[in-house]
């Protein structure tokens, strides 16, 4: 709403959502399209003061209990994915918990379905003509909030590692004192510092209005690959006791493979930024 809202619907929704009063989701991952989000299944189409809105969505963060979904649709028309706001108890606007997800516990994802669902026109997104002024915009910030959330995963990796090294005794003295545990507390460390000015200088060049697509993908791909790498070492150092739910650093081992992956994958993040870098795609575009 913020980015591709009129001014209207900002007045109307911001305040209560900045205030937690109501909480919303963002619709736009479906069954069969998670890389390829801009080839939606879900359309739709004009009808008299408003739009039908029919498909399926899948992953959607809050979409269980959200007051207020944004639900992205190819417009039947003119095939290009246009945005809509649906608030909570509209006919036909449905959704159900995924269940059995091994990490990010505490986010409820959900399927959402949309079924001869109508809006009216005050309901659309102005801003959002296709797929780049739309959801295309709006992934732009969440990328690089991604690359913080993976820095501070991995800080925070780092720092319950380290203090079971320094209270969990081997061989008669405490882990943190063996050299092999030294090296990789480290790397660890070395790798949340690069990482961290990394995310900083993006996001400085972001307030600056000089950050591009490309290098906000690469910045949440690195960043959370690089997390990845610290938050395995850090399960590494804790043992088997890594392994457990009662030690933050298993968490942060389930956890970060959902981060790596939503928002883009580190695999559709690397193309976008090699496709600005080298001027050539590696997506094939859709027919």
Not at 14 to 30: D, H, N, Q, V
Not at 97 to 123: M, P, S
Not at 170 to 176: D, E, I, K, V
Request: glycine share 10%; hydrophobic share 40%; aromatic share 8%.
């Amino acid at each position: 709403i913020y980015k591709c809202g009129n001014e209207a619907q900002k007045q109307k929704y911001l305040p209560a959502m900045a205030s937690m009063e109501k909480i919303g989701c963002f619709g736009l991952t479906e069954p069969e399209s998670g890389s390829d989000a801009s080839n939606l299944s879900t359309t739709a189409t004009r009808k008299a003061n408003g739009w039908v809105l029919n498909g399926q969505k899948r992953w959607i963060g809050n979409g269980t209990f959200a007051d207020i979904y944004i639900i992205w649709a190819m417009n039947a028309e003119t095939k290009q994915v246009n945005g809509f706001i649906v608030e909570k108890g509209t006919p036909g606007l449905t959704s159900t918990k995924i269940e059995n997800k091994i990490g990010l516990r505490c986010v409820q994802n959900a399927d959402i379905y949309l079924t001869d669902c109508f809006v009216t026109d005050d309901c659309r997104l102005p801003l959002a003509t296709n797929f780049a002024t739309g959801p295309g915009n709006c992934l732009f910030l969440t990328r690089l909030s991604t690359a913080w959330i993976a820095c501070g995963m991995a800080l925070g990796a780092l720092e319950s590692a380290l203090e079971y090294t320094k209270q969990r005794k081997q061989f008669g003295q405490p882990l943190a004192k063996l050299q092999i545990i030294q090296e990789r507390l480290a790397r660890m460390l070395s790798i949340c510092q690069s990482t961290a000015l990394l995310v900083w200088r993006a996001s400085v060049m972001c307030d600056d209005g000089k950050l591009s697509l490309g290098q906000v993908g690469l910045c949440k791909a690195h960043a959370t690959s690089q997390a990845r790498v610290v938050v395995s070492l850090a399960r590494e150092i804790v043992g088997g006791n890594g392994m457990l739910t009662d030690y933050l650093v298993g968490k942060h081992f389930v956890d970060i493979e959902g981060l790596h992956t939503f928002e883009g994958s580190y695999d559709i993040n690397v193309l976008v930024g090699m496709r600005e870098l080298t001027g050539q795609s590696a997506i094939k575009p859709r027919k």
